[in-house]
Nanobody
């Protein structure tokens, strides 16, 4: 099972970045895919998630209206379009796969994901 995140970089506040996650068939065919982020000294936090069937999308309050998650079923990829970036968005961003539907709102919980990518650094300068 593989998850490969890419697309991070350095951008000024107000700018945009597009993250991509290439997933193996097994990872991509699971119940949901998600993006999390972790800033230095902080816990990993939910950013966005997308359910395989629907697809339904979920966002944290911090990014709602600025970020968009989508999936390409032909390419086994999940994309996070990030607009109007802020310095507080600076973190390592991880994509993850949740194979089975779990508890209510489990898509927002890092401990409910089965596989993780290596992370990609996003730095937003003020």
């Amino acid at each position: 099972v593989q998850l490969q995140a890419s697309g991070g970089g350095l951008v000024q506040a107000g700018g945009s970045l597009r993250l991509s996650c290439a997933a193996s068939e097994r990872a991509f065919s699971g119940y949901a895919m998600g993006w999390f982020r972790q800033a230095p000294g902080k816990e990993r936090q939910f950013v966005a998630g997308i359910i395989r069937d629907g697809p339904l999308t979920y966002y944290s309050d911090a990014v709602k209206g600025r970020f968009t998650i989508s999936r390409d079923n032909d390419k086994n990829t999940v994309t996070l379009q990030m607009n109007s970036l802020k310095p507080e968005d600076t973190a390592i961003y991880y994509c993850a796969s949740q194979l089975q539907q779990g508890v209510h709102l489990g898509i927002r919980r890092a401990d409910k994901y089965d596989y993780w990518g290596q992370g990609t650094q996003v730095t937003v300068s003020s």
